[in-house]
């Protein structure tokens, strides 16, 4: 099955630059998500791409895509301290059709 | 559509009782999850259905937990013994393939339990 790799933790000043990172292992993965979850709440999704694009921008949000390195990040742009979250990569499994998710990273915002 | 929803939102039991979660999912989508979140773990996928048949239920911790989904719009998740490592956030998800964002799952706000 698909392993989805991120690393738990990740501290930034605000106004500063935030880069999320998330490694996965099928190479016939098809869509790829970043989803927020807000303190005290449940998952929400944040943005996708699909496997045969290289980047996505929305805004203050820009996913890369490097489907050789099978590697996706999340770059946040002037990160504020509303940015404060825990933000998980989910990839698709192109052979069963089936999400798994990274285990989540804690962004934290420093003023 | 209200999202899923989950209930209780907190629960607090001793070590030893019987606990149960519980899950309605949107209307009209035919997968269901159940994920448990703890802070050292993260998110862990326990089980999914689809059409309330269960499809990989790889994840669930061991034979304490059990879960079913009797009909299209109910779920349960249960811990008989519970014990205090189960104590996390559980979150229930469901989806649609054919509508939106292909596969995007919704979450429900989650069950925070707490085994003493």
């Known amino acids: 099955g698909e392993d989805v790799e991120q690393s738990l933790f990740l501290s930034v000043r605000e106004g500063d630059s935030s880069v999320i990172n998330c490694t996965y292992t099928d190479s016939s993965s098809t869509y790829l998500y970043w989803y927020k979850q807000e303190p005290g709440a449940g998952l929400q999704l944040l943005t996708y791409?699909?496997?045969?694009?290289d980047m996505k921008q929305d805004q203050r949000l820009t996913v890369l895509l490097n489907k050789k390195d099978k590697h996706l990040s999340l770059r946040i742009a002037d990160t504020q301290t509303g940015d404060s979250a825990i933000y998980f990569c989910?990839?698709?499994?192109?052979?069963?059709?089936?999400?798994?998710f990274g285990a989540g990273t804690r962004l934290t915002v420093k003023p | 559509d209200a999202g899923v929803i989950q209930s209780p939102r907190h629960e607090v039991t001793e070590m030893g009782q019987e606990v149960t979660l519980r899950c309605k999912p949107i209307s009209g989508h035919d997968y269901l999850f159940w994920y448990r979140q703890t802070m050292m773990r993260g998110l862990e996928l326990l089980i999914y259905f689809n059409n309330n048949v269960p499809i990989d239920d790889s994840g669930m911790p061991e034979d304490r937990f059990s879960a079913k989904m009797p009909n299209a719009s109910f779920s349960t998740l249960k811990i008989q013994p519970s014990e205090p490592r189960d104590s996390a956030v559980y979150f229930c998800a469901s989806s649609s393939r054919g509508t939106g964002v292909y596969n995007e799952q919704f979450f429900g706000p989650g069950t925070r339990l707490t085994v003493l």
């Open positions: 791409i699909f496997s045969n694009m």
């Open positions: 989910a990839v698709l499994d192109g052979n069963n059709n089936d999400m798994r």
